[in-house]
């Protein structure tokens, strides 16, 4: 079974400041890894994904994330966040199960809000 | 081309009453997946079509929920009878090779 845990359920961060939300999975199997985010009033929207290959992804608006297979984590950063970073951000992985679904597992996810 | 698209956004109902949630995927997408987040609560698998098919129903939490996507396209979820404990949102995604899935909006459902 697979399992996802976002250490941190709040992060208050000001304008223009680094931050990092964790992300831990547990999987008896190769995963692919996901960090998702909700705007406020507004559905999931996929940030970025690993799947294979470069352990280092990159989404379109400066955030990135680090695949690390030994500590198990996939950490989600950027180096300078704004306003409108302010949303909830979820950590997921799949992976093949026995029923043969690629289900995703998410974390609790973290809520970030950037205060000017 | 149109992302996920679900209705309604919101439902309140009584307990005891039924209510019908629609998810139209992206077009030409085979896999369809539901799933829901209880307040408080981390968003939970409930089901995965491909196509017409169930692959995988082992996140329905009773038999109260019945889920159906004829012909491949569209699918429903009913809840019949609603309880307090099935307030949420309810999450439909898509996915072509069963990998990347693409979010809709979600139905926030009440039930009083």
């Known amino acids: 079974a697979q399992s996802v845990t976002q250490l941190d359920s709040q992060v208050p961060v000001f304008e223009e400041a680094p931050v990092e939300l964790r992300c831990n999975y547990s999987?008896?199997?190769?995963?692919?890894l996901f960090w998702y985010v909700q705007y406020p009033n507004q559905g999931l929207q996929l940030l970025l994904k690993?799947?294979?290959?470069?352990?280092l992804v990159e989404s379109i608006n400066g955030f990135e994330a680090e695949f690390n297979k030994s500590q198990t984590s996939f950490h989600l950063r950027k180096p300078s966040v704004h306003i409108s970073d302010t949303a909830e951000y979820f950590c997921?992985?799949?992976?093949?199960?026995?029923?043969?679904?690629?289900?995703?597992?998410f974390g609790k996810g973290t809520k970030l809000t950037v205060n000017p | 081309e149109a992302g996920v698209t679900q209705f309604p956004s919101h439902s309140v109902i009584e307990k005891g009453q039924t209510v019908t949630l629609r998810c139209d995927p992206i077009s030409g997408h085979d896999n369809l997946y539901w799933y829901r987040r209880v307040m408080g609560k981390e968003i939970k698998f409930l089901l995965h079509?491909?196509?017409?098919?169930?692959?995988?129903e082992s996140g329905m939490p009773n038999n109260r929920f019945l889920a159906e996507r004829t012909g491949g396209t569209y699918s429903t979820l009913k809840v019949q009878p609603a309880e307090l404990e099935d307030s949420g949102v309810y999450f439909c995604?898509?996915?072509?090779?069963?990998?990347?899935?693409?979010f809709g909006p979600g139905t926030r459902l009440t039930v009083l």
């Open positions: 995604a898509s996915s072509q090779k069963g990998i990347t899935q693409y």
């Open positions: 999987s008896s199997v190769s995963v692919y």
């Open positions: 690993y799947l294979s290959g470069s352990t």
């Open positions: 997921a992985v799949s992976g093949w199960s026995q029923g043969g679904s690629e289900k995703l597992v």
């Open positions: 079509f491909v196509k017409e098919s169930k692959q995988d």
